[in-house]
C-alpha cells in the first residue's frame, strides 16, 4: 500500500499570507490528524478529521482549519501567516482508533 | 491536557550496547501507547505500540514495558546499530489525540 502523501514538500511564503497544505491518506483511513513540529514547541497536536467531520482539536488559534473530502484527503489552511508559523506540517492517517501513520511532512517557512 | 515528559534527551551508546528511553505521562485516561523514530527530512515511523491492557511487547531488538499504576512506558533497544540513530518520541494516546514527548536523540557511536 502506498504510504501517506504531502503536498507540496516545500513552501515559502511571507507574512500575511495564507497556505493551504494537502494530505492524501492510506487507501482505506478514514482518519486524518494534522500535527506542527517546531524546534520549540516539539510536535503539537491541530485537529482530526473522521468521514468529513473534525472529531478533534488541540490548542491553535482559529487562523489554522482544516477539512477532509468525502475520498478522505485532507486539506489544512493557515491564514494571515506569522513568522512563528515556521514549521514542518505533518499529517498522519489512521484506520483504528489510534494506531497513526505519518506522512513526510511539508516544510512551511515565513519570510 | 496530557503532560508528557520523555528522558534522557540525548542518549549516546556504543554499537551492540542496549538503549532505554523513559516515558512519563499525566493522562490516566491514555489508552494506547506507541512509540515513533524520527530519522532527519522524514516523518515519525510507528517502530512499537501497546495498548493498556498489555505489560510488555517485544518485536525483534525493540521493546516496549508499559506501568499503567505508575502512568509511565519505557523503549528498549538492544544489540544497537548505527541505523538506530535517531529521535525517538512516545506519544501517549487518549481519544485519537497524540501527545508527543520532546524527543529523544540517540546516537549510535559505531
Known amino acids: 500500500k502506498a504510504g501517506v502523501t504531502q503536498t507540496p514538500r516545500y513552501l515559502i511564503k511571507t507574512r500575511g499570507q495564507q497556505v493551504t497544505l494537502s494530505c492524501s491518506p492510506i487507501s482505506g483511513h478514514r482518519s486524518v490528524s494534522w500535527y506542527q513540529q517546531t524546534p520549540g514547541q516539539g510536535l503539537q497536536f491541530l485537529f482530526e478529521?473522521?468521514?468529513?467531520?473534525?472529531?478533534n482539536k488541540g490548542n491553535f488559534p482559529g487562523r489554522f482549519s482544516g477539512r477532509q473530502f468525502s475520498n478522505s484527503r485532507s486539506e489544512m489552511n493557515v491564514s494571515t501567516l506569522e513568522l512563528g508559523d515556521s514549521a514542518l506540517y505533518l499529517c498522519?492517517?489512521?484506520?483504528?482508533?489510534?494506531?497513526?501513520?505519518f506522512g513526510p511532512g511539508t516544510r512551511l517557512t515565513v519570510l | 491536557g496530557e503532560n508528557v515528559e520523555q528522558h534522557p534527551s540525548t542518549l549516546s551508546v556504543q554499537e551492540g550496547d542496549s538503549a532505554v528511553i523513559k516515558c512519563t505521562y499525566s493522562?490516566?485516561?491514555?489508552?494506547?501507547f506507541p512509540w515513533y523514530k524520527q530519522e532527519l527530512g522524514k516523518g515519525p515511523q510507528l517502530i512499537i505500540d501497546?495498548?493498556?491492557?498489555?505489560g510488555e511487547k517485544k518485536d525483534q531488538r525493540i521493546a516496549v514495558t508499559l506501568n499503567k499504576t505508575a502512568k509511565h512506558f519505557s523503549l528498549h533497544i538492544t544489540e544497537t546499530q548505527p541505523e538506530d540513530s535517531a529521535v525517538y518520541f512516545c506519544a501517549p494516546t487518549n481519544d485519537y489525540k497524540l501527545s508527543f514527548g520532546a524527543g529523544t536523540t540517540v546516537t549510535v557511536r559505531a
Open positions: 501497546i495498548r493498556s491492557n498489555v
Open positions: 498522519a492517517s489512521s484506520s483504528t482508533a489510534d494506531t497513526q501513520y
Open positions: 493522562d490516566s485516561a491514555s489508552n494506547y
Open positions: 478529521y473522521f468521514s468529513e467531520t473534525q472529531r
